[in-house]
């Protein structure tokens, strides 16, 4: 099955930086589009940053200039690098396949996502 897991996640001042990676599994990577996302406590959870599957890019108001988003299909890995963080970025973030994309299990068959992560906390101090 499709199976994504977040890394990198962590506690760092504002100003530092942090590069969050997600590794998929379960599906031919690269054949649908990703998205990093995250929610801050009592707050709904945003789209941060997507990446289509021919490789354009999107972000949020809030994070460009500062977070990149980037993927290696040879490792089947997904990364948004964070830059210039600051403590209104502190949020868990998840990384998830593309709303009501088909992601490929194999040619011919695919499965309707999105998929999500299970979520890494970043924290960042003032």
């Known amino acids: 099955q499709v199976q994504l897991v977040e890394s990198g996640g962590g506690s760092v001042q504002a100003g530092g930086s942090l590069k969050l990676s997600c590794a998929a599994s379960?599906?031919?990577?690269?054949?649908?589009?990703m998205g990093w996302y995250r929610q801050a406590p009592g707050k709904e959870r945003d789209v941060v940053s997507t990446?289509?599957?021919?490789?354009?890019?999107t972000y949020s108001d809030s994070v460009k200039g500062r977070f990149t988003i980037s993927q290696d299909n040879a490792k089947n890995t997904l990364y948004l690098q964070m830059d210039s963080l600051k403590s209104e970025d502190t949020a868990v973030y998840y990384c998830?396949?593309?709303?009501?994309?088909?992601?490929?299990?194999?040619?011919?068959?695919?499965?309707?996502?999105?998929?999500w992560g299970q979520g890494t906390q970043v924290t960042v101090s003032s």
């Open positions: 998830a396949t593309s709303p009501g994309a088909f992601c490929m299990i194999r040619p011919g068959e695919g499965v309707r996502g999105p998929f």
């Open positions: 379960g599906y031919i990577f690269n054949t649908c589009g």
């Open positions: 990446i289509s599957n021919d490789g354009a890019t």
